[in-house]
């Protein structure tokens, strides 16, 4: 999974998160999860992760 951000450095946290659940969905889908209202955890944790790898690489730029 790639998610592109035209403005990394400028994009809302909010976008971020919505982008984030789209890869999660994504990723759980080709792994074969399949999710549904009794089964949203692997989602939650997952878009939790890609909205940190994120942010950490916008941390990393700002330090340069």
């Known amino acids: 999974m790639i998610i592109i951000f035209d403005d990394i450095d400028n994009i809302p946290f909010h976008v971020i ?3 984030s659940i789209h890869a999660a969905w994504v ?3 080709n ?5 549904d209202a009794n089964n949203h955890e692997a989602l939650t944790y997952l ?8 942010l950490s690489i916008k941390e990393k730029r700002e330090k340069l």
């Not at 792994?31 to 999710?35: E, Q």
């Open 17 to 19: 998160s919505h982008e």
């Open 27 to 29: 990723i759980l889908e």
């Open 31 to 35: 792994a074969g999860v399949k999710l």
């Open 47 to 54: 878009s939790d992760w890609v909205v940190k790898q994120v």
